[in-house]
């Protein structure tokens, strides 16, 4: 178990890669394009996720369920990211931070649909005031760079990014977390060269200016590496609800850093439109929330308890 400083400085790591990631994304792809961009991301990650793999001595699996596994891992990472990188021809880094945001949203649709998992009217509530934030964000203006088209490929991208995480967790591999990023990223770089047939004319031809390859080296090393190590940490060491959190902080920053770092503007309804969204995300989470304060004031109750009936 770690620490309770290194859980907080673990999670605010976390939360600071993902809030700066979207901004990374289009910043890698202002002089690289955009799916170039992507498959140079996985292309560069996979052999450091193999030295990793390789002194951290990690196990990797190459059994048919393994291989399934990692098939539903990419999903999240090719599989979800192509959508998002196309989409930064249309949205601002804030504005795809935020549609991630509705990725707990969307996978409890998915789940009460195709699982028939129960949702209370709280989150039924909170689905329907995020989709009304998200309706007047499309309504914002593309004079904005928030243009519907670019709205639709990040639904998308989210879809495929949560139909992963249920992939995995069907497939249940028994597998460590590193060997399955590993397995994961090796699956997107051979959908990467599959590519390659169509993005060829378009490989770089010169040395990209800074921002791009710095932006570039940040989401392999922060986003693909850093990120996932500091997600699977938490995971195994925080509740789901608190970690889900990271769901309603991470756009409202994403947005802040990119008004601030990158000039980005945000019309009225655009700004009243991820308001709304992240009510919306707040009304969701809220039972969950209780839930895990009632929880951890009783774990309290009972430790003050044993306390006193020990002395």
Same mark, same amino acid.
């Given at each position: 178990?770690?620490?309770?400083?290194?859980?907080?400085?673990?999670?605010?790591?976390?939360?600071?890669?993902?809030?700066?990631? %979207?901004?990374?994304?289009?910043?890698?792809?202002?002089?690289?394009?955009?799916?170039?961009?992507?498959?140079?991301?996985?292309?560069?990650?996979? !052999?450091?996720?193999?030295?990793?793999?390789?002194?951290?001595?990690?196990?990797?699996? &190459?059994?048919?369920?393994?291989?399934?596994?990692?098939?539903?891992?990419?999903?999240?990472?090719?599989?979800?990211?192509?959508?998002?990188?196309?989409?930064?021809?249309?949205?601002?880094?804030?504005?795809?931070?935020?549609?991630? =945001?509705?990725? %707990?949203?969307?996978? =409890?649709?998915?789940?009460?649909?195709?699982?028939?998992?129960?949702?209370?009217?709280?989150?039924?509530?909170?689905?329907?005031?995020?989709?009304?934030?998200?309706?007047?964000?499309?309504?914002?203006?593309?004079?904005?760079?928030? +243009? !519907?088209?670019?709205?639709?490929?990040?639904?998308?991208?989210?879809?495929?990014?949560?139909?992963?995480?249920?992939?995995?967790?069907?497939?249940?591999?028994?597998?460590?977390?590193?060997?399955?990023? &590993? =397995?994961?990223?090796?699956?997107?770089?051979?959908?990467?060269?599959?590519?390659? !047939?169509?993005?060829?004319?378009?490989? %770089?031809?010169?040395? !990209?200016?800074?921002?791009?390859?710095?932006?570039?080296?940040? &989401?392999?090393?922060?986003?693909?590496?850093?990120?996932?190590?500091?997600?699977?940490?938490?995971?195994?060491?925080?509740?789901? &609800?608190?970690?889900?959190?990271?769901?309603?902080?991470?756009?409202?920053?994403?947005?802040?850093?990119?008004?601030?770092?990158?000039?980005?503007?945000?019309?009225?309804?655009?700004?009243? =439109?991820?308001?709304?969204?992240?009510?919306?995300?707040?009304?969701?989470?809220?039972?969950?929330?209780?839930?895990?304060?009632?929880?951890?004031?009783?774990?309290?109750? +009972?430790?003050?308890?044993?306390?006193?009936?020990?002395?």
């Amino acid at each position: 178990m770690l620490s309770k400083r290194n859980i907080v400085i673990t999670y605010v790591v976390l939360v600071f890669i993902w809030a700066t990631t %979207p901004l990374a994304i289009v910043w890698s792809v202002s002089d690289i394009y955009i799916l170039w961009a992507m498959a140079l991301r996985f292309f560069i990650a996979l !052999p450091i996720a193999a030295i990793l793999l390789f002194f951290l001595k990690v196990k990797f699996p &190459t059994d048919k369920v393994a291989l399934q596994s990692y098939v539903a891992g990419s999903f999240s990472l090719i599989g979800s990211q192509i959508f998002t990188y196309i989409a930064t021809q249309y949205l601002s880094s804030g504005i795809i931070a935020l549609m991630f =945001g509705l990725a %707990p949203i969307i996978a =409890g649709l998915m789940a009460h649909f195709a699982l028939n998992q129960h949702l209370n009217r709280l989150q039924w509530l909170g689905m329907f005031v995020a989709i009304s934030g998200l309706a007047l964000i499309c309504f914002a203006g593309s004079e904005q760079n928030i +243009q !519907p088209i670019g709205i639709g490929l990040m639904l998308i991208s989210v879809f495929m990014y949560c139909l992963s995480i249920f992939w995995v967790k069907k497939v249940n591999a028994n597998v460590q977390p590193m060997a399955q990023a &590993t =397995g994961s990223i090796l699956v997107s770089a051979l959908g990467a060269i599959c590519l390659m !047939p169509w993005i060829w004319q378009y490989a %770089p031809t010169h040395l !990209p200016e800074a921002k791009s390859l710095l932006a570039l080296i940040y &989401t392999v090393i922060m986003a693909s590496l850093i990120a996932m190590f500091c997600y699977f940490k938490l995971v195994r060491n925080i509740k789901a &609800t608190t970690l889900s959190l990271t769901n309603v902080m991470t756009p409202l920053l994403a947005m802040l850093v990119g008004v601030l770092v990158n000039h980005e503007k945000l019309s009225m309804f655009g700004v009243i =439109g991820a308001a709304i969204i992240l009510i919306g995300l707040f009304l969701y989470f809220y039972k969950d929330l209780q839930a895990s304060r009632r929880l951890q004031m009783h774990l309290k109750q +009972q430790n003050s308890k044993q306390s006193f009936e020990n002395e």
